[in-house]
């Protein structure tokens, strides 16, 4: 069985461009989560699909920032436009049944993001 | 509000020695508690979780992680640790939530 994939691995961009990540979940995995890293600082929550709905997006940074999921398969986070905080490492994570604490949220290798 | 701290950033240790990585938490209410490890270029792999029971939870690498609610901690230890051990580990909290609140994790340096 596949695990959770990000695509790009690594992505270097200037202020003010545009970026977007994507991340395919494990088949059959409901729940879709993203995560960021900010260098040296603890992973925080982005927010959560349950197939395409979004059901929190309370950690989502500002406006900047749009994630979608459209059909419920995989998804997308866009950065537009990128400013030097947004430097990271984007994580994406899927689970399988309630979405609850119990469950083992699988993770993806992350997306690096450089912002210049 | 809960928190999460590993208090050391990176933890050298010789191979076949034991180790000790440490984690604290704060909240206000139950938690679960997880370890994940990421090894170079990977992603976040579970290592180990405690939901309820027993209070000394095992991985099948020889990872375990005890509960200690007086002390509101949750320490990583392995007897004796092997190169492949080398990674960065991490640990997380959720209150009965989806939402993991994590540590800022502690990579493990394993030398010959």
């Known amino acids: 069985e596949a695990g959770v994939t990000q695509f790009p691995s690594h992505s270097v961009i200037e202020k003010g461009q545009t970026v977007t990540l994507r991340c395919d979940p494990i088949?059959?995995?409901?729940?879709l989560y993203w995560y960021r890293r900010v260098m040296g600082k603890e992973i925080k929550f982005l927010l959560h699909?349950?197939?395409?709905?979004?059901?929190?997006e309370s950690g989502m940074p500002n406006n900047r920032f749009l994630a979608e999921r459209t059909g419920g398969t995989y998804s997308t986070l866009k950065v537009q436009p990128a400013e030097l905080e947004d430097s990271g490492v984007y994580f994406c994570?899927?689970?399988?049944?309630?979405?609850?604490?119990?469950?083992?949220?699988?993770f993806g290798p992350g997306t690096r993001l450089t912002v210049l | 509000a809960q928190s999460v701290t590993q208090l050391d950033s990176q933890v050298p240790v010789f191979e076949e020695a034991p180790v000790e990585l440490r984690c604290n938490y704060s909240?206000?209410?139950?938690?679960?508690l997880f370890w994940y490890v990421q090894y170079p270029n990977q992603g976040l792999q579970l290592l180990l979780k405690?939901?309820?029971?027993?209070?000394l939870v095992e991985s099948i690498n020889g990872f375990e992680a005890e509960f200690n609610k007086s002390q509101t901690s949750f320490h990583l230890r392995k007897p004796s640790v092997h190169i492949s051990d080398t990674a960065e580990y991490f640990c997380?909290?959720?209150?009965?939530?989806?939402?993991?609140?994590f540590g800022t994790g502690t990579r493990l340096k394993v030398l010959a």
């Open positions: 997380a909290v959720n209150s009965g939530t989806y939402k993991y609140i």
């Open positions: 405690y939901l309820s029971g027993s209070t």
């Open positions: 088949s059959g995995h409901d729940n």
């Open positions: 994570a899927s689970s399988s049944f309630s979405g609850g604490a119990a469950d083992t949220q699988y």
């Open positions: 699909f349950v197939k395409e709905s979004k059901q929190d």
């Open positions: 909240s206000s209410v139950s938690v679960y």
